[in-house]
């Protein structure tokens, strides 16, 4: 069962940012994360999304991680369209097109080669289960193999907000960076 209530995305995300800024510094993947000023407060289950989000996270870091050296995740929370909406890309692994339409399936585990990760292939299959619960969406796009993931996250705006919220608007970014050291 969700219990929705309105929730400021940027907040939400930035939580789970520093929740797993730890596994990004000792993986020495750099995590970026840009909150416009426009974001409007979501309509969803907070604590259902925020493992949502970190199931995201999680996945850009391993697939990011396993594959390059210089592994960049960022993420952009932002307002579009009605929606709260919440953009994780990185420069990892990518996805082959063929790929692509079996993820989200119940235990898709996809072939990764000489870089392996661990996991049994249901968290995507949750994320997708709970954004729907929560009339939202998840979209995964890929440039092939070697080019990268970006994931969208949509979520529906509170009631109060769908109202009032007007598209068009250019953002002001907030931006919280954060670099790899070199220190353990």
């Not at 994360?33 to 870091?61: E, K, P, T």
Request: charged letters at 20%.
């Amino acid at each position: 069962m969700l219990y929705p209530s309105a929730t400021d995305m940027g907040t939400l995300v930035q939580q789970v940012v520093q929740q797993v800024m730890p596994r990004y510094t000792i993986a020495e993947c750099q995590l970026t994360l840009i909150v416009a000023d426009n974001v409007s407060l979501a309509w969803c289950d907070a604590q259902r999304i925020r493992r949502v989000v970190f199931n995201v996270l999680d996945n850009a870091l391993r697939y990011t991680h396993s594959f390059r050296d210089d592994g960049q995740v960022v993420v952009r929370v932002l307002h579009e369209q009605q929606q709260a909406v919440c953009v994780v890309q990185d420069n990892g692994r990518g996805i082959a097109a063929d790929d692509l339409q079996r993820l989200g399936t119940k235990f898709t585990r996809l072939a990764q080669g000489e870089h392996n990760t661990e996991g049994m292939g249901l968290g995507l299959n949750f994320c997708i289960g709970i954004l729907r619960l929560s009339n939202g969406s998840l979209h995964i796009t890929s440039d092939g193999l070697g080019h990268g993931t970006t994931v969208t996250i949509r979520l529906p705006v509170a009631p109060s907000q769908a109202a009032t919220k007007t598209n068009g608007h250019s953002a002001d970014l907030v931006a919280m960076r954060t670099e790899r050291t070199d220190e353990p």
